[in-house]
């Protein structure tokens, strides 16, 4: 992203992070400013949902710190993330899949503690003409979607908690390209409207062209960074995901 360097709004310093005896999370360091969409890739085990478990506070650090917005974080519980403004959609969405659409995305709004009335109102407005396909399905049951669709309600309930920082850990999985490209045009969309992102990927170059800069993290650790279209243009970087998706041509 060009123009002036912005606020740092998550400052991740030598993170680690184990689960009993395993570490999952070696050494990472990364930072988001307010208003980029950086990306996060790397191959299956490589450690990229652990690293957001540690940011977002759904698993504690073992090491390092997160600080967001200024504030030393790494001790925070989730909850008191998202009232913060850091949110997380996770990996393999986690719906309540026997819940009407309507109610997963009031859920949302109350995960964030303050979102009643009026505001939780305004929030679902926002999020509906964002995803006018939820609209139409507001009664129905999460579970009975298609993945694209409980794709976009698993992000429009991360909105509902008016996030600063949107995390979402594996947009692509399990959808078709056309699809992924429909949820990849949204994010832009929501980035350029203002909203910080960090995307995990697996499908680095899906995630690459939509990102300003990137990390790509291999056992544990950060094994490049940098601007996303030199990382994009990178052979090695290209050749670790080899057997992933090939960039489209220009
Ligand atoms: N809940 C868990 N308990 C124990 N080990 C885990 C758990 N989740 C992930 N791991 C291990 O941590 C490492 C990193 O996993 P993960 O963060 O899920 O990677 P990625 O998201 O990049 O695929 C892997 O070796 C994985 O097996
Ligand atoms: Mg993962």
């Given at each position: ?17 184990r ?147 949107l ?26 409207a203002?909203l ?32 996303a ?10 050749a ?11």
């Open positions: 992203m060009s123009g002036p360097i912005s606020e740092t709004l998550l400052d991740i310093k030598s993170l680690e992070l689960y009993g005896a395993a570490v999952a999370v070696r050494d990472i360091s990364l930072t988001v400013r307010r208003g980029q969409l950086v990306a996060v890739i790397g191959n299956n085990g490589a450690g990229k949902s652990s690293l957001v478990r540690g940011a977002s506070g759904l698993v504690r650090p073992s090491g390092g710190t997160v600080t967001f917005k200024g504030e030393d974080t790494t001790r925070l519980p989730a909850h008191k993330k998202v009232a913060r403004g850091l949110v997380m959609v996770p990996e393999g969405r986690l719906l309540f899949p026997d819940q009407s659409v309507e109610d997963n995305l009031i859920l949302g709004a109350y995960a964030h503690g303050g979102l009643k009335g009026e505001k939780a109102r305004a929030a679902l407005e926002r999020v509906l003409t964002l995803f006018p396909r939820l609209k139409e399905r507001l009664a129905q049951q999460a579970g009975s979607m298609s993945g694209g669709e409980q794709q976009m309600l698993a992000i429009a309930r991360g909105l509902m908690g008016d996030p600063e920082l995390i979402i850990d594996e947009l692509s999985l399990g959808l078709a390209p056309k699809i992924v490209d429909q949820l990849m045009g949204v994010l832009t969309d929501l980035n350029k203002g910080t992102i960090l995307l995990v990927e697996q499908l680095a170059s899906y995630a690459l062209a939509i990102a300003d800069a990137a990390y790509v993290i291999a056992n544990g650790r950060v094994a490049r960074s940098g601007p279209a030199e990382l994009a243009r990178d052979p090695e970087v290209m670790a995901f080899l057997g992933k998706k090939a960039p489209r041509a220009a």
